[in-house]
C-alpha cells in the first residue's frame, strides 16, 4: 500500500542513533552527519518506488556532497516477514547500487519510529545544526521509469539548506511503500532480549 508522508514538524531535532551498517561497522548520526547539513533516508531493497529512484538519489547524494550535505541511509523493514529486506541482502543490494553513502540497519525499528517515519523512501532534510528543514520527496518520479529531467526538489531543497539555513517553503509529501512493522510483541522480547545482553 502507498502512503505519503505527514506535514512537517520544521525545526525538531535529529533524533540520535548508532546502527550497523552494510560495511560491517557502527556509526553515530554524529559521525555520519554533513559539515552544512545532513539527509536522513529511509529505504529498504524492495520497495519499488526506492529502486526506481535510487539512480536519481545516488547522483544528488554525491553532488551534495561537494557542498558538506551527507546523506545517511536506513533499513527499517521487518526482516522476517520480508527476507529480501534483511542486513544480507542489503550488503548485497549495496554493492549492486554502488552507494556513495552509509546504509545502516535499523533492526529493532527504535530509529524509524523516532523520526516518525511512514514509508519508504522517506526523506528527512536537516541543517547544520541538524534542525529538520526538509521532509519532503526527492522529486515527482514514482515507480514508472523517468522519460524527462525531473526537478530535483531533495537536491534543491537541501542546496538552500547548505547555503541559507532554512528548506523550501512548499514541501511535496514523499510517497511510497509503508514500512513494514513488527508485531509489538516481537519487538517486546527482542528489547528485552537485548535489554539482558
Avoid at 4 to 33: C, E, N
Avoid at 86 to 109: G, I, N, V
Wanted: hydrophobic share 40%; glycine share 6%; with cysteine.
Amino acid at each position: 500500500m502507498a502512503l505519503t508522508t505527514p506535514i512537517a514538524d520544521i525545526g525538531w531535532p535529529a533524533a540520535p542513533f548508532r546502527l550497523l551498517g552494510v560495511d560491517s561497522h557502527y556509526h553515530s548520526l554524529k559521525q555520519l552527519m554533513g559539515r552544512r547539513g545532513t539527509v536522513v533516508a529511509f529505504i529498504c531493497n524492495h520497495c519499488p518506488y526506492v529502486q526506481a529512484m535510487m539512480p536519481r538519489l545516488i547522483r544528488d547524494a554525491r553532488e551534495l556532497a561537494t557542498i558538506g550535505v551527507n546523506v545517511v541511509a536506513i533499513n527499517s523493514n521487518d526482516a522476517t516477514a520480508y527476507p529480501e529486506d534483511s542486513f544480507a541482502a542489503m550488503k548485497q543490494q549495496a554493492r549492486a547500487w554502488d552507494l556513495p553513502f552509509h546504509y545502516l540497519y535499523d533492526e529493532t525499528q527504535a530509529v524509524a519510529r523516532a523520526y516518525g517515519a511512514v514509508c519508504t523512501p522517506d526523506f528527512f532534510g536537516f541543517d547544520a545544526e541538524m534542525r529538520l528543514q526538509y521532509r519532503g520527496r526527492l522529486d515527482a518520479g514514482r515507480v514508472e521509469p523517468v522519460e524527462a529531467e525531473l526537478p530535483r526538489e531533495l537536491f534543491d531543497a537541501m542546496r538552500l539548506v547548505a547555503h541559507l539555513g532554512y528548506g523550501p517553503g512548499e514541501q511535496e509529501p514523499s510517497i511510497g511503500c509503508s514500512i513494514k512493522w513488527r508485531e509489538p510483541q516481537e519487538v517486546a522480547e527482542r528489547s528485552l532480549i537485548q535489554d539482558a545482553l
